[in-house]
């Protein structure tokens, strides 16, 4: 949570791959002005490089969030087995790996920890794990820190299958939906994760699917706004398993324009205490241009 993690040692520097000083020279840590969507390819991004399937529309949400973190060098990830891991390990960003379901638990205690270790310092925590370390496996403490009203992020990254595994049907999988390890077609619908946000009076929610990057981005520092001084927050990402449902790696895109107009529209559910808070810091923004 420094630069001091990512800069070189002098008498190494030379030596090092070059990413290293593009992170510390032209990353977004410590900017003003920080870096927009439309800047990407102009800037040193958190991530990069990935070994994720190529095509994936996980990995491309991934890549948003981190460029949406209003302050990334003060931010730690919290995840857990899945895909997405295989991503965020690799950006330039503390992340913990959680054992499986004790994501929320995790970010619960180690927020609580940073508002005592530097109580003159935002450190904002953000959990991004799949639909399985979430909603199946690890909904207990998901809905708890949620009740709880915990200052931190949870994005789901709904992919609405065990993409990492095999296959599998999860909690997210709709109704009928015929997967390799659900040959018959799953038989219940698809947890509405929104709805119990609603009910557990999570101060910031919203629905989205990587089709307009710049929402994306001011979606995530939004989020991740609230989470910080007002209450829990939670966002719901479409980010399709292109090799589980067979989308043609050219067609993902289409996919998710198509997944959205049908069935995850874009949808934004704010507390009036978190309305309050935002209008107060879009107007400060303002006011600085």
């Excluded at 002005?33 to 990935?50: L, N, Q, R, T, Y």
């Excluded at 993409?163 to 390890?181: C, D, P, V």
Aim: hydrophobic share 35%.
């Amino acid at each position: 949570m420094s630069l001091a993690n990512l800069t070189p040692s002098p008498g190494f520097h030379k030596w090092l791959p070059v990413e290293y000083r593009d992170l510390v020279e032209h990353g977004p840590y410590f900017r003003d002005k920080k870096p927009k969507v439309s800047d990407m390819g102009k800037f040193k991004e958190i991530v990069e490089e990935h070994p994720m399937c190529a095509g994936c529309a996980m990995t491309l949400f991934i890549r948003l969030v981190f460029i949406g973190l209003p302050t990334p060098e003060h931010t730690v990830i919290v995840g857990t087995a899945g895909c997405g891991r295989l991503a965020i390990s690799q950006g330039s960003i503390p992340f913990i790996y959680g054992n499986y379901g004790d994501t929320n638990a995790t970010a619960s205690g180690l927020k609580r920890g940073l508002e005592v270790r530097f109580p003159n310092q935002h450190k904002d925590v953000v959990v991004m794990a799949g639909d399985g370390g979430l909603i199946d496996i690890g909904f207990q403490h998901l809905m708890h820190g949620w009740f709880r009203q915990e200052k931190f992020t949870t994005i789901l990254l709904d992919n609405e299958v065990y993409g990492n595994t095999g296959g599998q049907e999860s909690g997210m999988t709709r109704q009928g939906q015929i997967l390799k390890m659900a040959p018959r077609g799953k038989k219940t619908g698809k947890i509405d994760a929104l709805g119990l946000a609603k009910v557990s009076k999570v101060d910031y929610v919203a629905r989205i699917a990587p089709t307009n990057p710049a929402r994306v981005a001011r979606t995530v520092r939004r989020a991740v706004l609230v989470a910080r001084e007002v209450g829990s927050s939670y966002i719901q990402a479409y980010t399709s398993c292109n090799i589980e449902y067979a989308i043609p790696t050219p067609d993902v895109m289409k996919d998710a324009f198509d997944v959205e107009k049908d069935r995850y529209g874009f949808e934004e559910i704010i507390s009036d205490r978190a309305k309050e808070f935002l209008a107060e810091v879009e107007k400060k923004d303002k006011a600085k241009k």
